[in-house]
């Protein structure tokens, strides 16, 4: 399944992130992702779920808090540090590894769930390429939950990457995730408050969506 990766990410990711990681603070604070939060019933107790590009590790130790087995990865050291701590503080055990997301161990077929939040990052090319694993790596039955922007949020300023083509819009998701099912899709504002990294009114979308037990076609 290993098709070569595109070079879609910012130019000096992982330092700038580094950056972003430093000090005591959490950039994104210690609270899960809200719609992350009131997904996560559709997932089996104690079913194994990777977050992808964790950062400092908030949704990862909250799941693995809630008795889920974690996979985290992520390309900034710095942040994985910090989400080491904070897991180690919480009691909690999550699986984390130092990748970008080209260098991630996929595996097809073994998530009973994913958990993709605010992973906009990658350009439309990296983007296709790295959605493809995602969705391979779910297991059949398995389900993906997905937090963005939309375009608009190029206007609120409240976070996320100021290039229209790295932020999602419902269409897009459709076509990208066309081999799974979709359960919701919501386009949506609201008021965000995660640290000082997501913080205040943000144009967002969230998706969730179950790869099917049988493949269209098959
Ligand atoms: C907006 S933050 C979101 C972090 C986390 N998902 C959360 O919700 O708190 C985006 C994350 O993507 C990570 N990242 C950026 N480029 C990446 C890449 N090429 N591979 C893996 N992670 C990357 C950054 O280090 C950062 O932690």
């Known amino acids: 399944m290993t098709m070569k990766p595109p ?18 603070a959490f950039l994104f604070g210690t609270e899960p992702n809200v719609w992350l939060r009131e997904h996560v ?7 194994r779920i990777l977050s992808v590009a964790d950062g400092e ?14 996979d985290a990865f992520d390309l900034a050291e710095v ?44 350009d439309p090319k990296l983007r296709a390429w790295l959605f493809r694993r995602i969705a ?15 375009p ?3 206007e609120y300023k409240t976070g996320g990457p100021p290039l229209v083509s790295h932020l999602y819009t419902p269409e897009l998701l ?15 504002d609201d008021v965000v408050q995660e640290g000082t990294g997501h913080n205040g009114r943000s144009a967002l979308i969230g998706m969730v969506a179950r790869r099917r037990l049988v493949r269209p076609g098959r």
């Open 7 to 24: 070079a879609g990410r910012f130019k000096d990711a992982a330092s700038t992130w580094n950056r972003r990681f430093e000090g005591d």
């Open 41 to 47: 019933t559709l997932w089996p107790a104690g079913g």
């Open 57 to 70: 590790g908030r949704n990862s130790v909250w799941l693995a808090s809630k008795g889920f087995v974690v």
């Open 79 to 122: 942040g994985v540090a910090k989400a080491r701590r904070l897991a180690e503080r919480a009691g909690v055990q999550v699986s984390f590894t130092v990748a970008d997301c080209t260098a991630f161990d996929w595996q097809a077929s073994r998530y009973d769930g994913i958990a993709a939040i605010f992973i906009q990052f990658a």
């Open 136 to 150: 391979e790596a779910l297991k059949p039955g398995g389900v993906l939950v997905l937090q963005g922007y939309t």
């Open 152 to 154: 608009r949020q190029i």
């Open 174 to 188: 459709r076509r990208a995730f066309a081999e799974l099912e979709i359960l919701e899709l919501s386009e949506y």
